[in-house]
């Protein structure tokens, strides 16, 4: 059974691994961020990854063979025309371009169904005029849509993220978009475990000190014997000293005026709560002024480890690259657990449709 699928915008593979979980082999994959590429192809080493700018590919060429060798195409292109304020936004805004890249890749490719996962201002911005908008291209083409704004807490991630998704269907009925909520896990289920290092602590590379404490924890810890990308951010002494005023359960509001820094973020110098899920993980959470990212009691924001428990990446999945590059990696992607509970929902179409 064709089982197969291609991964545009792909980026560390997040989606992709939430869709291997569930049985699927992505064959293709697109990245243009080439150290991101890098970090893909080290994880999904089967993966034929096309390393390059989706605007600057021949599609014939990359795509237009695996007509008929393809089950699904998953991918969030990034739309940002219909996030902003003013005008009526449309398809066709500049902005929205490489949406129809994944549009015409489609086309191309044909797939019994595809997934686009987005910001949840896709379905509702310019009073549904752009959803609509979707809706039409894509009957065009022969698919049946459904689409709801998942919350990713309640798929068994630790972390508050909510993210639009669409999922087409080749025909006349629509996939079943209903999904099986489980008990939620909290920051501490799913970081407790790991070594509590202080600013400037830690290695790319180390043994783990202690036992899994939590269900989640082991599941995290199941295929890896080694914990990787646990190393603390080495935080200025003005940082520091900030942190070592903020209690447990507590933020900036327990900062002298003279520490209060100007900062667009909300959250900032947050300490995280322990029985809370996490807010949504940023490409920026090594720093404490960009959100609430302060570990619980330690005075340091988290590493790229505590982040990938909180995005559902288990630990024998590794970030490469420069610091920087790790970031981006854990906090675009989509949480493997959010993409697994959709990839279940397509299998299980697919076993209907089977008979």
Not at 174 to 203: H, M, P, Y
Not at 207 to 218: F, H, N, R, V
């Amino acid at each position: 059974m064709n089982n197969n699928v291609l991964d545009l915008f792909a980026g560390v593979g997040g989606m992709s691994l939430g869709f291997e979980q569930a049985g699927f082999n992505t064959l293709v994959a697109n990245e243009f961020d080439e150290s991101i590429a890098e970090a893909y192809k080290k994880n999904h080493p089967t993966t034929n990854m096309i390393v390059g700018d989706i605007t600057s590919l021949d599609l014939e060429r990359e795509f237009g063979l695996l007509k008929g060798k393809i089950k699904v195409i998953i991918g969030g292109p990034p739309c940002q025309g219909y996030s902003q304020k003013g005008s009526r936004k449309t398809i066709n805004d500049e902005r929205n371009f490489l949406f129809k890249y994944f549009v015409k890749v489609v086309e191309l490719v044909s797939p019994d169904y595809f997934v686009m996962e987005n910001v949840p201002n896709l379905l509702t911005a310019e009073k549904g005029y752009f959803k609509k908008e979707l809706v039409e291209l894509f009957e065009n083409l022969g698919y049946c849509l459904s689409m709801d704004i998942v919350d990713a807490s309640t798929l068994g991630v630790p972390q508050k993220r909510r993210r639009a998704i669409i999922i087409g269907k080749k025909g006349d009925n629509a996939v079943d978009f209903k999904l099986k909520q489980v008990d939620t896990v909290t920051i501490w289920d799913a970081i407790s475990d790991l070594a509590f290092l202080n600013s400037g602590e830690g290695d790319e590379e180390q043994i783990y000190i202690s036992d899994a404490l939590t269900k989640y924890q082991e599941e995290m810890r199941s295929k890896s014997s080694r914990l990787y990308n646990h190393k603390a951010t080495n935080h200025s002494k003005i940082a520091l000293e900030r942190l070592r005023m903020i209690p447990e359960n507590s933020g900036k509001a327990a900062l002298p005026k003279e520490h209060l820094t100007k900062s667009i973020y909300s959250g900032t110098w947050e300490r995280m709560v322990k029985s809370e899920q996490s807010v949504t993980i940023t490409t920026r959470f090594d720093t404490p002024s960009s959100g609430k990212f302060t570990h619980p009691f330690l005075h340091r924001a988290i590493t790229v480890r505590e982040a990938a428990r909180l995005q559902s990446f288990p630990d024998d999945f590794i970030f490469h690259g420069t610091k920087t590059s790790q970031m981006k990696q854990v906090g675009n992607a989509v949480p493997p657990k959010l993409a697994n509970a959709i990839a279940e929902l397509i299998k299980k179409d697919m076993e209907i449709e089977n008979g």
